[in-house]
């Protein structure tokens, strides 16, 4: 069965080092109602990534909104984050179940395939990531997946995720194809002026291209 936590604007941090710059912007993301928010930096190192991780499980708390740890299971344990999201090459989705226990969120990346959403689900993940849906600029080298993958994996039963390239004006589509979440980097961090107006902005965007799906 569906959850409902995984459903929204699910931003992802850029690579920064500048903490109060960092702290700052997503503060203006969660108040304009992003519902998940996941740490990814690959620039930090491992002392950075610790400090980062927990001043932003002290702000996500505030917001009650899941703090999730891109690549590092390790990580999301020491900070007692809500979920870990691991790709192909991050390591075992049945031991970070395990690790993180029944109530964990576990996120697994399909790129565009089904048999990959298929066993990522046999191994306990909570919800499927497919894309790049869009070109994206942040990972200009990741594969396209077709916004058509979205009514495949409706048969899985576990919330979908959309990732790559999602902007203002395409996050509709998005919504539109039964996506569930709407995985934003560049649009809200990167491109913004206003990072929270426009989490806003996305966030109504996306709810109009579901509501579309439903047939409302
Ligand atoms: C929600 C979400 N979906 C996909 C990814 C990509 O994960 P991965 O393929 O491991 O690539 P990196 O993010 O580690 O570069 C993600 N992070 N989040
Ligand atoms: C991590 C990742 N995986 C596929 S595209 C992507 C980057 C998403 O960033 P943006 O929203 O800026 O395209
Ligand atoms: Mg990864």
Request: charge should be negative.
């Given at each position: 069965?569906?959850?409902?936590?995984?459903?929204?604007?699910y931003a992802i941090t850029p690579d920064w080092l500048d903490d109060e710059h960092l702290l700052e912007t997503v503060e203006a993301v969660l108040a304009g109602g992003v519902s998940l928010l996941q740490y990814r930096n690959k620039r930090a190192d491992a002392a950075t990534r610790l400090r980062q991780a927990r001043?932003?499980?002290?702000?996500?708390?505030?917001?009650?909104?899941?703090?999730?740890?891109?690549?590092?299971?390790?990580?999301?344990e020491a900070i007692s984050a809500?979920?870990?999201?691991?790709?192909?090459?991050d390591g075992n989705l049945a031991v970070a179940r395990a690790r993180l226990g029944p109530t964990a969120i576990i996120g697994a990346s399909c790129y565009a395939s089904i048999e990959r959403a298929r066993a990522a689900r046999a191994a306990g993940a909570s919800y499927l990531a497919f894309g790049a849906v869009f070109p994206s600029l942040t990972k200009?080298?990741?594969?396209?997946?077709?916004?058509?993958?979205?009514?495949?994996?409706?048969?899985?039963?576990?919330?979908?995720?959309?990732?790559?390239?999602?902007?203002?004006?395409?996050?509709?589509?998005v919504g539109a194809a039964g996506a569930d979440a709407a995985a934003v980097?560049?649009?809200?961090?990167?491109?913004?002026?206003?990072?929270?107006?426009?989490?806003?902005?996305m966030l109504g965007a996306l709810r109009a291209g579901q509501a579309l799906h439903r047939g409302e």
């Open positions: 069965m569906k959850g409902n936590i995984i459903d929204g604007l001043a932003l499980r002290a702000l996500t708390r505030r917001f009650t909104v899941p703090l999730i740890i891109n690549d590092h299971l390790d990580l999301a809500e979920g870990v999201h691991l790709g192909g090459n200009p080298n990741a594969p396209l997946a077709p916004l058509t993958l979205f009514a495949q994996a409706a048969e899985l039963g576990l919330p979908t995720v959309a990732i790559g390239g999602i902007d203002a004006d395409n996050i509709a589509e980097i560049g649009s809200l961090f990167l491109e913004s002026p206003a990072p929270g107006v426009t989490a806003a902005t």
